[in-house]
């Protein structure tokens, strides 16, 4: 069974810093990544999603790299702001025609002014 | 092109009532989902239509809660009795199930608090 796990779960930085989320999966057979934004009381924005063949995706400050041989993802935000200051989920889709997805619990990020 | 759209986006229910929730997918996904999202988690899946078929309900109480998707088109999530602990977020996601990039579309969700 995927289990998907992110550390921290939690993070605080000021504003203007570089930060890194983390994100692991115990299965490497899956077809893609993604990497979500959520803000509170509302639902999932996509922000990046990595196929299974590419190593990194790139959206504005924000950079992905995906590991699969080891499992391993993360999410680089450069020259972090307020307005970044949400919970970050990372997901992989898994499964053959009944492609699904398997969350984290997240990473709660404030960025501070 | 419209997004998922859920409603509605808030609901305050007793423990034992019912409650029901309504999704409309993208037009044209053919594979639709309900997910449950606890305070503090991430989303668990807990039912997967394709069309109208389920695909996967493996992680829904049956014993409280029941899905369905008429015409292959919206669909519902119900809760009849409610517990407590089914104080979440209701997510819909929809994705067209087709092509080398998969990906799945979120609606807002719905607000559950059981009192």
């Known amino acids: 069974k995927q289990e998907v796990t992110q550390i921290p779960a939690a993070l605080s930085v000021p504003e203007g810093e570089n930060l890194v989320l983390n994100c692991s999966f115990t299965d490497s057979a899956i077809y893609n990544l993604q990497w979500f934004r959520q803000d509170p009381g509302k639902g999932l924005t996509s922000l990046l999603l990595i196929q299974s063949s590419q190593r990194e995706q790139t959206s504005g400050r924000l950079n992905a790299s995906l590991d699969k041989s080891s499992g391993r993802s993360t999410l680089y935000i450069a020259a972090s702001q307020p307005g970044d200051s949400a919970t970050y989920l990372c997901?992989?889709?898994?499964?053959?025609?009944?492609?699904?997805?398997?969350f984290g619990s997240g990473t709660q990020l404030t960025v501070l002014p | 092109e419209a997004g998922v759209a859920q409603s509605p986006r808030y609901k305050i229910i007793e423990k034992r009532q019912s409650v029901a929730f309504w999704c409309n997918p993208i037009?044209?996904?053919?594979?639709l989902y309900w997910y449950q999202q606890i305070l503090g988690q991430g989303p668990k899946l807990l039912i997967q239509?394709?069309?109208?078929?389920?695909?996967?309900d493996s992680q829904l109480p049956k014993d409280r809660f029941s899905a369905e998707r008429l015409k292959g088109v919206d669909s519902t999530l119900k809760i009849q009795p409610a517990k407590l602990e089914d104080s979440a977020v209701y997510l819909c996601?929809?994705?067209?199930?087709?092509?080398?990039?998969?990906?799945?579309?979120f609606g807002p969700g719905t607000r559950l608090t059981v009192t």
């Open positions: 037009s044209g996904h053919a594979t």
């Open positions: 997901a992989v889709t898994t499964g053959g025609s009944a492609r699904q997805l398997t």
């Open positions: 239509f394709q069309n109208n078929g389920v695909v996967d």
């Open positions: 996601a929809s994705s067209s199930g087709t092509g080398l990039v998969y990906e799945q579309y």
